[in-house]
């Protein structure tokens, strides 16, 4: 059950610096039947990448975007792009062996090149910097660790190095080196990529949630007040809706924060994440002749309730004691789906799935790894060999068996576990009692509600029981959201989706 416990309060604005800095698309939304070659379910960086590519293969494409371009997970990242991920080979070539983890690699790299061929050739203004990108030894602890990735990366003929000259601050033991790697402004990217994939026969929708998705012959796919033709479709949302939860139990979700705090001098030219725990991720830029500190990390399963407000507290110290930054200018928190096995899902979306495709559980490299995987999904629907694809296949076998209990073992909604309802008048009581701020889940009649008292004083109650299977919401007393535990959905307190897998609101309910 909810409870009505306070936290602390943060520094900074509650918004990615990314939005902040950027300006908004405004792409109608759907109305009517389009007919087109493909159609992309999501405008982040798997979907617009592999709508644009697809586009330049010949094909004709319809983006669908739930709200606006850049305003998922890639508008909330660090902006890193690279190949070089925190210690990825060493786990990959244990969980998978030296060939996949090198296909891994491949793949990666490919994608840095990808983006920076973009980056030239459409002539996309998004603050693409080269940089070398880092994963540094904090104590002699990590070291061994360190020295390992990079001897293992340069053997699978990444641009890896070993060094113990890393541009930080303060002192650490060593680093793996990645060369040639980047750092972009996200949304002003994929606002590029929008504006490229518009136009000729293509489309990009905005304010347009797909809620329905039929595989045929002729893909369908259904929208508030449009529906989309087309002879394939491919679901990037982030987190899949249309399969039933399986590739969502296989990619559970994962949370980080972020702080964008004030610091003195130019941007150096690196970023960095640490090999020790806690983990930090960091990267500076230049915006609006202000040089700002992104410290990353404080993750967590999204199911794990915790105090944001503690999360951020340990980022500004951080950044405020290793580097000498200034205040905390804005703070975010997003998620991203993170595969069991280590491997992002590429391919159909079920395994009898024709012409539905996926793009998931891009583990919080999604930069890299999403733009590898809508190439992937490009040469698939072209029909070309591609090397990586078997890979990162989606129907492959869960290397560990059992994870449905990941699904089945989260608290579902419905009747109280003691099997005592609880009556109207201790509904009435118990809602009365709720001050301004307080929320509470409460079963009775067989149903759960999520009750949410606004700051004026206004009750706000809806169904807790998510829309897509039925686990029990909670809380984020951060956004003021209803999160789910399972998959990730979030809404408002009003019930409406703001991020999938559900494609339906938290229907209202009564207030007592
Ligand atoms: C804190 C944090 C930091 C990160 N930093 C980095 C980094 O530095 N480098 C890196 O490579 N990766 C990073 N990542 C990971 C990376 O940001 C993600 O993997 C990537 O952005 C995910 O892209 P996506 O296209 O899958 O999802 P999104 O960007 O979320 O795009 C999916 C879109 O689909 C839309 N949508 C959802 N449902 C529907 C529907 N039913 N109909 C229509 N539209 C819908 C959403 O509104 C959204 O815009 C980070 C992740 C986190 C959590
Ligand atoms: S049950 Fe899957 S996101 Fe809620």
């Avoid at 930054?325 to 928190?333: E, I, K, M």
């Amino acid at each position: 059950m909810a409870d009505a416990t306070t936290t602390g309060s943060a520094q900074g604005a509650p918004l990615s610096l990314w939005l902040a800095s950027a300006g908004t698309t405004r792409f109608p939304d759907l109305r009517g039947t389009v007919e087109v070659d493909v159609a992309v379910i999501g405008g982040g960086v798997a979907g617009l990448t592999a709508a644009l590519a697809l586009k330049g293969s010949g094909r004709s494409v319809a983006v669908l975007e739930a709200a606006r371009i850049g305003t998922g997970v890639t508008g909330h990242t660090t902006g890193k792009v690279t190949s070089l991920h925190r210690l990825a080979y060493t786990a990959l070539e244990h969980s998978h062996g030296a060939v996949a983890a090198g296909v891994y690699g491949t793949a990666n790299q490919a994608a840095v090149e990808h983006i920076a061929h973009l980056v030239a050739a459409e002539d996309i203004s998004c603050g693409f910097r080269r940089v070398a990108n880092f994963t540094f030894a904090g104590s002699m602890d990590t070291l061994p660790q360190v020295r390992a990735e990079a001897e293992l990366a340069a053997r699978l003929g990444l641009p890896a190095s070993f060094t113990a000259e890393v541009p930080l601050p303060f002192p650490v033991a060593g680093a793996v080196r990645f060369d040639g790697q980047a750092q972009i402004h996200a949304v002003e990217y994929l606002q590029g990529l929008a504006a490229r994939v518009d136009g000729g026969g293509s489309f990009v929708f905005e304010g347009t949630r797909a809620v329905g998705l039929q595989d045929g012959p002729q893909v369908k796919v259904t929208a508030n007040d449009g529906t989309v033709l087309a002879a394939d479709a491919i679901v990037a949302t982030n987190v899949p809706f249309g399969d039933h939860g399986r590739l969502e139990a296989l990619c559970p979700p994962h949370r980080s924060y972020i702080v964008a705090a004030v610091m003195d001098g130019p941007p150096l030219d690196a970023t960095f994440i640490s090999a020790d725990e806690p983990m930090r991720s960091l990267l500076t830029v230049r915006l609006n002749g202000v040089t700002y500190l992104l410290a990353g990390g404080e993750g967590h399963p999204a199911a794990e309730h915790v105090d944001p407000a503690q999360r951020y507290a340990s980022l500004t110290g951080y950044a405020q004691s290793r580097f000498g930054a200034g205040p905390v200018a804005y703070r975010w928190s997003t998620q991203d789906a993170v595969p069991r096995d280590g491997l992002p899902y590429v391919g159909p979306l079920a395994p009898d799935s024709r012409h539905a495709f996926v793009i998931t559980g891009l583990r919080k490299w999604g930069l890299t790894n999403g733009t590898a995987a809508a190439l992937m999904l490009t040469d698939l629907l072209n029909g070309t060999p591609n090397e990586w694809a078997p890979l990162f296949g989606s129907n492959r076998a869960p290397l560990h068996p059992g994870t449905r209990a990941a699904v089945d073992g989260q608290p579902k909604a419905g009747a109280r576990p003691d099997g005592q309802e609880t009556g109207p008048d201790d509904v009435a009581r118990q809602v009365a009692d709720l001050g301004p701020g307080a929320v509470k889940v409460i079963d009775a009649a067989g149903t759960s509600t999520a009750y949410y008292r606004g700051q004026a004083g206004e009750l706000h109650a809806v169904s807790a029981t998510c829309t897509h299977l039925g686990c029990t919401v909670g809380f984020n007393r951060e956004d003021s959201t209803w999160d789910c535990p399972c998959h990730g959905s979030r809404f408002t307190v009003d019930g409406a989706v703001i991020q999938g897998p559900a494609t339906e609101d938290l229907p209202p309910r009564p207030t007592p």
